[in-house]
């Protein structure tokens, strides 16, 4: 799959829809107390605001996006410790619940709508994404390989922020609609997007 590069900078950025991005990965990123006042923010109290983002910038399939419930799933090892049951407590992204749950399995986390994979180096990476590939899951990782292994959303840091890829194509499988104000700050897009296709 090639992949199409896309605006560097995630904030601030330039356009209309991608300043609401990242006024929402902001706001959300704030509403966590620090446990120390004076230190910084930590790198997974923001990739955990970047999940939560995630929520409100993807079309599940109709049945899925019904449920009152969003079930944030985390696979592998967890970087997040309670940083993330803290950001998500009392959200509700479209009106709707949000679960966090830990899964050992893949198999075991095919009907959440988020899921987070963690260090997976005991299974193949591929393999064990291969076996969300045509469920409605959103899948984000942050190992180098994750989108090419066919993981949806690759978090990774630039520097002392962190960014993403996406593959699109993995998303089409999934059946999930990316808003285009997302794709529109990703640093790159594996796949392109289908012909007639609207976002």
Not at 19 to 27: S, Y
Not at 130 to 152: H, N, W, Y
């Amino acid at each position: 799959m090639s992949a199409v590069p896309h605006r560097r900078h995630l904030l601030p950025a330039r356009t209309g829809p991608a300043i609401l991005l990242g006024l929402a990965l902001l706001a959300t990123w704030a509403a966590v107390p620090p446990a120390h006042a004076a230190r910084p923010r930590d790198e997974y109290e923001v990739k955990a605001a970047f999940l939560y983002s995630f929520a409100h910038f993807v079309v599940w399939p109709e049945g899925v996006a019904a449920r009152d419930t969003i079930v944030v799933g985390i696979v592998g090892t967890d970087p997040f410790g309670e940083v993330i049951d803290q950001l998500f407590a009392g959200k509700a992204p479209a009106g709707r619940s949000i679960l966090i749950r830990r899964f050992s399995s893949f198999d075991d986390a095919a009907n959440c709508q988020i899921l987070f994979v963690g260090d997976t180096r005991k299974r193949s990476l591929a393999g064990e994404l291969g076996k969300l590939r045509s469920k409605p899951v959103l899948t984000v990782g942050e190992q180098d390989d994750f989108a090419v292994a066919g993981g949806i959303i690759h978090l990774k840091m630039v520097g002392n922020h962190v960014r993403f890829d996406i593959n699109l194509a993995a998303a089409d499988s999934a059946h999930l609609r990316l808003s285009s104000s997302l794709l529109r700050v990703a640093d790159s897009i594996l796949g392109q997007e289908p012909a007639g296709g609207t976002r």
